[in-house]
Antibody, heavy 122, light 111 residues
Framework: QVQLVESGGGVVQPGGSLRLSCAAS????????MHWVRQAPGEGLEWVAF??????????YYADSVKGRFTISRDNSKNTLYLQMNSLRAEDTAVYYC?????????????WGQGTLVAVSS | QSALTQPPSASGSPGQSVTISCTGA?????????VSWYQQYPGKAPRLMIY???KRPSGVPNRFSGSKSGNTASLTVSGLQAEDEADYYC???????????FGGGTKLTVL
């Protein structure tokens, strides 16, 4: 079955950087678009970024709140999705979910990881 | 771009039906039939319940149904069961500039 396992979360100071990873198994990773979605403590879901299966720059999309600071990428040879987060702010504190796009379904998400917590604090 | 608007809470008794609304704009919910609904239990990852306004993934009970009228989408849960008590989020494709918007979430309580 499909498994998505995030790692790389932790505590970081404002202005710092962090790179999240998501190891995918149980699927042909290179065939699917992938998302990052976050959820601040006690808050709702917020879409962060999407990368199409090829992973070229034109295949990447970002929420306005992270544009220019976060970079989504993927290594299809390693079945791994990444999120490079720079210039982190307190408002970036959240559980970050790696999630698989359901093809031809209006960008719905059919599989989610368990999430990794990022806390931005001095 | 603002998030989609959902009521913060909804409730119903076992066996009853409850409908949760999700209001967007003509550039997102109103423009595309790409509304999804997710169920989330506390401390757990979300689960896809409805996609493309009204389609159910395999394994989702047919008690869950979706619809859309203009800029507002709705999720209806019929024959409420205790296990339906959870948070529900809508999402919509919003074009290439904004891509995906989520609603603020609705906490469904089964009385």
């Amino acid at each position: 079955q499909v498994q998505l396992v995030e790692s790389g979360g932790g505590v970081v100071q404002p202005g710092g950087s962090l790179r999240l990873s998501c190891a995918a198994s149980g699927l042909t990773f290179s065939n699917f678009g992938m998302h990052w979605v976050r959820q601040a403590p006690g808050e709702g879901l917020e879409w962060v970024a999407f990368i199409q299966f090829a992973g070229t720059e034109s295949d990447k999309y970002y929420a306005d709140s992270v544009k220019g600071r976060f970079t989504i990428s993927r290594d299809n040879s390693k079945n791994t999705l990444y999120l490079q987060m720079n210039s982190l702010r307190a408002e970036d504190t959240a559980v970050y979910y790696c999630a698989k796009d359901q093809p031809n379904s209006g960008w719905s998400i059919d599989y989610w990881g368990q999430g990794t917590l990022v806390a931005v604090s001095s | 771009q603002s998030a989609l608007t959902q009521p913060p809470s909804a409730s119903g008794s076992p066996g009853q039906s409850v409908t949760i609304s999700c209001t967007g704009a003509g550039s997102d919910v109103g423009a595309y039939n790409y509304v999804s609904w997710y169920q989330q239990y506390p401390g757990k990852a979300p689960r896809l319940m409805i996609y493309e306004v009204s389609k159910r993934p395999s394994g989702v009970p047919n008690r869950f149904s979706g619809s859309k009228s203009g800029n507002t989408a709705s999720l209806t849960v019929s024959g409420l069961q205790a296990e339906d008590e959870a948070d529900y989020y809508c999402s919509s494709f919003a074009g290439i500039d904004n891509f995906i918007l989520f609603g603020g979430g609705t906490k469904l309580t089964v009385l």
